[in-house]
């Protein structure tokens, strides 16, 4: 690390929450309601209790009744997404607020709708940036005109970013935006053709699995933590099952060929908690019903350890005496 440079891990929250959001409405394969329970049976807890973290299990929320809304065929499920949202923006707000680093188990990816709008809340309130790392294998950036589906869980990051059709969810209640330019989706291999002009114009970060193969994990997780810490941001990390090669992470229900290896998913994890500028996580799509023996439950647990810190060795003892090697 270079003397200029602020070691954020210093200022990380040492405690940890953990929220259960079974939300599966926003999906289009039921089974993701299980995700927090698989999650929770794999380890997850003890895990990084193991690590030195103060952790509390807030157990699951239940989205907030909104009789009042009316779902539509492009905004499936609307009145439940919408309470769901509302609820998980108080609960991370809430506990930013009280310095508590929290980690939202999914549950699809629109319970990010409420996750990441509470973050928000909270960052511009700190005078911090916030910027947000999108692993997965969907851009999640359709809108109410342009989705083929309905399904809300591939609209939450245009939410996020505030592209219009979507006031509903967050109705009178606080809402915040997410600058476009603050977003990177890493790791995309499937986007709708709409998504992917809108993703242009609003001048979206996008890695897809091609720059991965191309430039490499590091290179341009590098390119993305220094540019979070040059301006002294902070930042939430979405990551979806669905990012994972299908074949060490079979449990979701929408699989794409390509995903990132182990090992690429760990390098990521361990520069994320090597920056210090991590200060929530959501952790979605998880399907054990489609899941075979919890392996995915499991690898993700490990995932979130190594984001965490877990290491095989101490690491700077390990680059110091690496470089003390002559080839």
């Known amino acids: 690390m270079d003397a200029t440079q602020t070691d954020h891990r210093e200022h990380r929250p040492s405690r940890i929450a953990l929220v259960g959001a079974p939300v599966e409405v926003g999906a289009g394969h039921r089974g993701a309601v299980m995700g927090p329970a698989a999650l929770r049976t794999a380890g997850l807890l003890p895990s990084l209790r193991g690590l030195g973290f103060e952790v509390e299990d807030q157990g699951d929320l239940a989205p907030r009744p909104l009789p009042e ?74 809108t109410p005109e342009t989705t083929p589906s309905g399904n809300m869980h591939g609209m939450s990051a245009a939410l996020l970013c505030g592209e219009p059709g979507l006031d509903d969810v967050f109705g009178p209640e606080p809402r915040e935006r997410l600058d476009p330019q603050n977003l990177t989706i890493f790791g995309a291999r499937s986007i709708d053709r709409e998504e992917r002009a809108l993703l242009r114009r609003r001048g979206v970060e996008v890695f897809d699995m091609r720059l991965v193969d191309e430039y490499g994990v590091s290179v341009l997780m590098r390119r993305i933590i220094d540019k979070v810490a040059a301006r002294n941001g902070v930042l939430h ?43 929530s996580l959501d952790v979605v799509e998880l399907n054990p ?4 023996r919890g392996k995915s ?13 877990r290491q095989i060795i101490d690491r700077a003892g390990a680059l110091e005496r690496a470089s003390s090697l002559s080839l």
Do not use: K
């Not at 439950?297 to 810190?309: P, Y």
């Open 69 to 142: 809304l009316q779902e539509t065929p492009q905004m499936r499920f609307l009145p439940e997404i919408a309470g769901w949202a509302r609820v998980l923006s108080d609960r991370a707000y809430a506990l930013m607020n009280e310095g508590v680093l929290p980690i939202f188990l999914g549950g699809d990816h629109s319970l990010s709708m409420g996750s990441v709008n509470g973050v928000l809340r909270h960052s511009r309130e700190a005078g911090r940036e916030l910027f947000v790392l999108w692993l997965d294998a969907h851009s999640d950036f359709n």
């Open 297 to 309: 439950a499991l690898l993700l647990v490990d995932l979130v350890s190594s984001l965490f810190g």
């Open 237 to 279: 990390v979405s990551l979806d099952v669905d990012f994972l090669e299908p074949a060490i992470a079979p449990g979701v229900g929408t699989t794409v060929p390509g995903g990132a290896t182990y090992r690429e998913a760990h390098l990521i994890m361990e520069m994320l908690h090597d920056s210090g500028l991590v200060g």
């Open 289 to 292: 019903f489609l899941d075979d």
